[in-house]
């Protein structure tokens, strides 16, 4: 009687098939994972900065005295901008001095829009802003559009402003 011990040709064949296939499903969702998670980061992102580029213009310019679409020269003023895709704060001093602050830590800010009206319901003035942001692969923008009301500037004597890239603001003095 002969011992024959191993596997056929055929056994192994169709085991190292089947490993074939095991393998390829499992690459196929680990890659598809890993562009999951790269494109959810993205999106977060640019929902962060974009968040915190409304929160940033909301404390800022709440409580301005004085709001404009042009530069006001001869008072210590601020603007808000967008520049290389990120919000920046620019500070003119009275003196002519100037200091720049970058707001949002990623250059994903693709637009910024604000306009000053009249509530027409309570008489009180309003910035209306829009940000916008894109991380350059996301399929749809992350857009925010918010309202906020001027504490300290009467209806009577403010400038509308109309869809207004940057805005240079005054605030009181403390």
Do not use: W
């Not at 002969?2 to 056929?8: A, K, M, S, T």
């Not at 707001?103 to 509530?119: A, E, M, P, Q, Y």
């Amino acid at each position: 009687m002969n011992d024959e011990r191993g596997f056929l040709l055929t056994e192994l064949t169709v085991t190292i098939a089947l490993l074939v296939v095991v393998l390829a499903v499992g690459f196929i969702f680990f890659f598809f994972c890993q562009r999951s998670f790269y494109e959810g980061e993205k999106k977060t992102i640019v929902q962060s900065n974009v968040r915190l580029a409304a929160n940033y213009i909301t404390k800022e310019v709440r409580y301005a005295d004085n709001i404009s679409a042009t530069d006001m020269s001869g008072v210590k003023n601020h603007c808000l901008e967008l520049d290389d895709n990120n919000l920046k704060k620019v500070t003119k001093e009275s003196d002519g001095s100037i200091q720049t602050q970058t707001i949002t830590r990623d250059d994903c800010l693709t637009g910024l829009s604000f306009s000053v009206d009249k509530n027409n319901n309570n008489n009180k003035v309003v910035l209306i802003f829009t940000i916008t942001g894109n991380g350059g692969t996301l399929k749809d923008d992350i857009v925010i559009e918010s309202e906020m009301l001027l504490e300290n500037i009467s209806a009577s004597k403010f400038t509308e402003i109309k869809n207004a890239q940057e805005i240079y603001f005054t605030k009181p003095q403390l």
